[in-house]
């Protein structure tokens, strides 16, 4: 079974605090994605990764960076939370090869920020 | 970026009843996937499909990819409880730009609520 799993369930922040959301997975995935998920909007991308090292922009970058140094982890970064950033925000992987827009979810971390 | 226009948005059925949703598109997809999310979880993948006309089953769950290549229909049979949660619908448009691109494109879920 794959497993997707996120440093923290539930996550509250002051405004302007940096902060580190952490995604880890088991199956030796090359793709990684960060989404956030807001009421009535669905499941938006904020960025993706297909390699260590590499990163690019999904439909709503702004606000955040990424990481990636290792395989199995990609890290999600704001750099100065604002409120408009509480949300759900959700980490996903993938392998290319014969299923690859088979995106394995975690469970997810619900950031609050005040 | 691309929209996937998903119905109905909410669901209110008694246990036992069949349940059918769809996702729409104004353009081809490549692949039309369905997952289903918990209550306070991740999305779960539940069907994936690869081919126009294909139909695919999941214990209760049937899932269609359309012939026009810009619709999925999901049908869940003798709903249980278990069965609630928020179903979405996602998919790969089909767009040379997008070759190599394992982007996905979700609709903004159906919520299905079970009365007891």
């Known amino acids: 079974d794959v497993k997707v799993t996120q440093s923290s369930r539930y996550l509250v922040k002051r405004t302007g605090e940096k902060v580190f959301l952490e995604c880890v997975q088991d199956?030796?995935?090359?793709?990684m994605f960060w989404y956030r998920q807001d009421p009535g909007l669905g499941l938006r991308l904020i960025y993706f990764?297909?390699?260590?090292?590499?990163?690019e922009k999904g439909d709503i970058p702004e606000g955040y960076s990424v990481s990636r140094e290792k395989k199995e982890r990609f890290s999600l970064i704001l750099e100065s939370a604002s409120t408009n950033q509480t949300s759900m925000y959700l980490c996903?992987?993938?392998?290319?090869?014969?299923?690859?827009?088979?995106?394995?979810f975690g469970p997810g971390t619900r950031l609050t920020v005040t | 970026g691309q929209q996937l226009n998903q119905s109905p948005q909410s669901m209110f059925i008694q246990e036992g009843e069949d349940v059918s949703m769809n996702c729409t598109s104004s353009?081809?997809?490549?692949?039309w996937l369905w997952y289903k999310q918990d209550p306070g979880e991740g999305p779960v993948l539940l069907i994936a499909?690869?081919?126009?006309?294909e139909l695919t089953s999941n214990g209760r769950l049937t899932a269609q990819f359309g012939i026009t290549r810009k619709d999925s229909f999901l049908n869940i049979s003798a709903s249980i409880p278990s069965d609630v949660g928020i179903y979405f619908c996602?998919?790969?448009?089909?767009?040379?730009?997008?070759?190599?691109?394992?982007?996905?494109?979700f609709g903004t879920g159906t919520r299905l609520t079970i009365i007891p």
């Open positions: 199956m030796d995935h090359e793709n």
């Open positions: 499909l690869y081919k126009a006309g």
């Open positions: 353009s081809i997809f490549n692949t």
């Open positions: 990764s297909y390699d260590v090292k590499m990163k």
């Open positions: 996602a998919g790969q448009p089909f767009d040379i730009s997008n070759f190599g691109n394992e982007k996905l494109t």
């Open positions: 996903a992987s993938s392998s290319p090869g014969l299923d690859p827009y088979e995106q394995y």
